[in-house]
Every structure is written in structure tokens, then in C-alpha cells.
């Protein structure tokens, strides 16, 4: 912590002096810690007890150097440290590209998985005619795997059971919280009965998906849904009790969107920053009172009404090199992936978040994650950030693009697949 100290009143010192040289090594300081807050955060699920992901990572060393290389990509290294890792190839956006390539085939062979049948149809996950609104990614996901070649009639074959019930259909029947919890503990006690699956390994081979912000908390009334089963949810916020290496971040992906795909459109972006939101959350209310009136960072302090013109807010997104993702009310939200999809340059500004497919995908190669209290310093941050930098970041952005998106019918590579990824990833951690 004591770098924390340290920085700001360097910080302040320096911008008086401006002595380049001082402000240089604050702002070293200040995006190396933020780097290290990373690491520290990421740590959990790199010591987690995911026996695949270890024995990938202990089979295969590059991938720590992999890690440690991310430095390079925060925009503070010379030329000749640039040039030097580029020539490790670690311009991919993967952590270990010929793993997931090797081990996504492997998937599409092998993986199975069991869903269960009965239910009751107020709560029981029926595919709906649309697809859409805030908390699609649960639709899409169900709908995508019933339609998959994953899903196996023969428990006996089974990689993973998947406990089909919908926190999202049970809001929409005006459920309460409390309720939610008991209807989806009395859902697994039939099925803990009625079958021989879950006792067996008390639900560690079993999963349950949700988008809806109560999503963690609807498992609550079933200790062993908590601790043992695959939670895959929009809400993976360590505060909220998501446990990163057993549970799964499911992307929360506004769909359909309102305009096509931004991507190599970089003489466009001309606006350095850009937020406009409801203020639901201390943290936004800190970054519109810090820059409401800046100049080169365009951040509203409230929501674009829609009568201001059409589509303006998405439009903003082709025209602004980094889009301020605060947490609000709940960390997650669709402005992520909205970033991603339009090919603004995703600014995370949250203490505790696991990204969506962290394991995976390296965030620092197209996105900025920064600590809510560097929300101070965000236009020096962002400002530090050379051109070059920033269409290194653009460019990796457009790689994976697609893999915040959902289909219907699903494609490879796109969330659907990733999701059953970060599953097929856990699957090995016990087996009956
Ligand atoms: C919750 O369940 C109880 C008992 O079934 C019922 O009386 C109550 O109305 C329910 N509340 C809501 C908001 O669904
Ligand atoms: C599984 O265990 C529960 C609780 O111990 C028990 O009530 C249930 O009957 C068991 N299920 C089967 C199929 O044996
Ligand atoms: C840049 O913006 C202009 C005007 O909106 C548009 O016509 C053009 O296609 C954009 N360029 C790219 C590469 O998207
Ligand atoms: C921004 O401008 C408005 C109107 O001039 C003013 O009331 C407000 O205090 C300014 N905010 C900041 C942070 O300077």
C-alpha cells in the first residue's frame, strides 16, 4: 500500500515543478501499481484449485512470461523494449494461443453435458421468441445450448449437469429475491432426489447460469450450489461472493446493437475519452464531478436522452479512442461490450471485477483496467497512452470482437463458445 501513498503527493508535486522527468516516474508509479493491484487481483484464480488450468500452466512456462510481459503493453516502455517483445509474438490477444486452440478442438469433440428435463414451467427455462433487452446472455445461452451438439441424452456421458432454471423468467413473474433463493433450493433438492447425479459429487459437476443481478445470491439458499457448483453469471464481483476459479464470468451483452461494428477506424476517433450514464454509484459520481468539464474527455454527467438526436449515444462510441466503463450500481453492464463492439478502446475503472474470460483472453491487450481511485489521474493516464499504443490496443480490440457476441444459430468462437470454454475448463476439477 505504501506506493499508493507515495504517488499522490509525488503526483501533485510534480505537476507544479513539471519537471517531464518527475512526472514521468509518477506516472510510472502510479500505472506499475496499477499493474501490480492487476496481478493481485488475477491471483486468486492463477492459485485456484482448477487442476486443468494448473497443469496447463505448469506444462507450459511461457505463459507466466506471458504475464509478466503485460508491462510492455501499458504504454510506459522505451521503443527498444517494444521492439524487443515484439518479438515474442506476444501480440496475440490469447494468454496461450496454441492451448486454447488445441484444447477449444478438444471441446468441440469431446464435451457433453446433461439438462435436466422436468421443471416448473414459471421458472423452468423455456426459449423465448426474442432475444433481447439487458439480460439476453442468459436467453442466448440457454437457447444456444439446447440447439448444441453438447447436449447429451445419456447421463452416464456426461461431462457437466446444467440445472436449467431462470432467475431472469422468475423476475419477470414479479419473484422477490427471498422467494428466488427458496424456489431454486426446493428446484435442486427434487433433482437431488430424484437422481443419482448430485449427491455423488455434491454439485461440483454441476452448473447453473444467470444473468440477472441477483444471480450469485439466488444459489444462496443451498450451501453446496455456492461452494461446489459452477455459478456462470453477469455479476462477478468478488463482493458479491463469486468465487473466480470454480464460478464463470458471463459477458453481459446488450443485443441486438443498434449499429453495425466499429474496427479499423482509427483517423475517426478524435474524442480521447467519453461516459455518459446514470450516476448510480459512487465512483461515477467522482468521475462527473472530476471531469464534467473537461475538454478533451467528454463525460456526461447523465444519461443521453434520447430526444437529443438518434442513436447519439452509440455514435459517440465510433468517434472516441477510450470509453470510461465505470462499475454502477452493480459492477457489470453492458457498456463493456458495447465498447468492444463499437471499437472504443474499454477504460475498466473498478476494484473488484473478474473479466469475462480473463483465463482466456488478455485484457491488457485491448483494454485499459484501471482502480476506481485512478479515476484522478484519467486523462494523464489516457493521455500517456501513445498513438501507437492506442492502435495496438484498436487492433486487438477488432481480434475479439467476436467473442463478445451472441448468435442464433451460434458461431464458432463466439460468446456461446467461450462460455462453454470457461466450462469445459472447470469440468475436469472433479469427475465421477
Ligand atoms: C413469497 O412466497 C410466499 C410464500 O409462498 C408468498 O406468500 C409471497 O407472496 C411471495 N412473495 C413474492 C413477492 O413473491
Ligand atoms: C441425496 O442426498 C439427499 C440428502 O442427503 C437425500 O435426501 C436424497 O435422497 C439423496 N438422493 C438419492 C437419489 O439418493
Ligand atoms: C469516418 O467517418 C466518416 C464520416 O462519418 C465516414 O464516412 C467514414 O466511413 C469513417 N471512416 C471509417 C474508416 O470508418
Ligand atoms: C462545470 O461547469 C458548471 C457550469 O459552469 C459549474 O457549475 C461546475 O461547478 C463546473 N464543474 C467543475 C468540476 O468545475
Redesign the pocket.
Known amino acids: 500500500m505504501s506506493a499508493v501513498k507515495l504517488q499522490q503527493p509525488l503526483f501533485s508535486a510534480a505537476a507544479c515543478t513539471l519537471r517531464r522527468a518527475v512526472l514521468t516516474v509518477a506516472i510510472l508509479t502510479l500505472v506499475s501499481f496499477s499493474y501490480l493491484s492487476l496481478k493481485s487481483l488475477r491471483s486468486p484464480s492463477l492459485s485456484s484449485s482448477s487442476t486443468i488450468t494448473r497443469s496447463i500452466q505448469s506444462s507450459l512456462p511461457e505463459i507466466v512470461d506471458y504475464a509478466d510481459g503485460d508491462n510492455a503493453e501499458r504504454g510506459v516502455v522505451s521503443e527498444k523494449e517494444r521492439e524487443e517483445s515484439d518479438d515474442v509474438e506476444d501480440d496475440d490477444v490469447y494468454h496461450s494461443p496454441k492451448v486454447f486452440r488445441l484444447n477449444y478442438q478438444e471441446m468441440l469433440k469431446r464435451f457433453k453435458v446433461y439438462v435436466y428435463s422436468d421443471g416448473d414451467p414459471k421458472t423452468y427455462y423455456q426459449t423465448p421468441r426474442k432475444l433481447t433487452g439487458k439480460y439476453s446472455s442468459e436467453g442466448y445461452f440457454f437457447q444456444n445450448l439446447r440447439d448444441s451438439k453438447f447436449v447429451t441424452d445419456d447421463p452416464d456421458r456426461a461431462d457437466l449437469f446444467f440445472i436449467p432454471i431462470s432467475c431472469h423468467k422468475m423476475r419477470g413473474k414479479g419473484i422477490s429475491y427471498e422467494n428466488m433463493t427458496i424456489i431454486v433450493r426446493d428446484y435442486v433438492e427434487s433433482l ?5 447425479y ?2 455423488r459429487t455434491l454439485g461440483a459437476d454441476h452448473f447453473f447460469v444467470t444473468c440477472h443481478d441477483v444471480g450469485v445470491r439466488a444459489t444462496e439458499g443451498l450451501p453446496n450450489l455456492v461452494k461446489n457448483s459452477i455459478r456462470v453469471v453477469c455479476s462477478p464481483s468478488y463482493d458479491v461472493g463469486f468465487i473466480p476459479h470454480k464460478d464463470v464470468a458471463l459477458p453481459q451483452i446488450l443485443q441486438p446493437f443498434a449499429l453495425p461494428a466499429g474496427g479499423n477506424d482509427v483517423e475517426n476517433r478524435t474524442t480521447l475519452g467519453f461516459w455518459a450514464g446514470h450516476r448510480n454509484s459512487k465512483i461515477r459520481v467522482i468521475l462527473a464531478r472530476v471531469w464534467e468539464n473537461d475538454t478533451e474527455l467528454d463525460i456526461s454527467n447523465n444519461r443521453i436522452n434520447r430526444a437529443t438526436g438518434h442513436l447519439v449515444y452509440q455514435k459517440r462510441f465510433y468517434r472516441t479512442k477510450f470509453c470510461i466503463c465505470p462499475g454502477g450500481s452493480q459492477v457489470n453492464s453492458a457498456r463493456i461490450t458495447d465498447s468492444i463492439h463499437y471499437g472504443c478502446i474499454p477504460v475498466i475503472l473498478s476494484n473488484y471485477y473478474d473479466l469475462p474470460f480473463n483465463d482466456i483472453i488478455n485484457w491488457h491487450k485491448f483494454s485499459v483496467v484501471l482502480k476506481e481511485k485512478d479515476v484522478y489521474q484519467l486523462k494523464q493516464i489516457l493521455k500517456k497512452i501513445t498513438q501507437e499504443e492506442f492502435v495496438r490496443l484498436h487492433n486487438n480490440l477488432v481480434k475479439v470482437q467476436k467473442h463478445f457476441q451472441w448468435n442464433s444459430p451460434s458461431v464458432s468462437h463466439d460468446a456461446f463458445h467461450m462460455v462453454m470454454y470457461e466450462l469445459w475448463l472447470r469440468h475436469h476439477v472433479i469427475k465421477y
Do not use: A
Not at 192 to 196: D, E, G, Q, T, V
Open positions: 437431488m432426489s430424484k437422481y443419482p448430485w449427491n
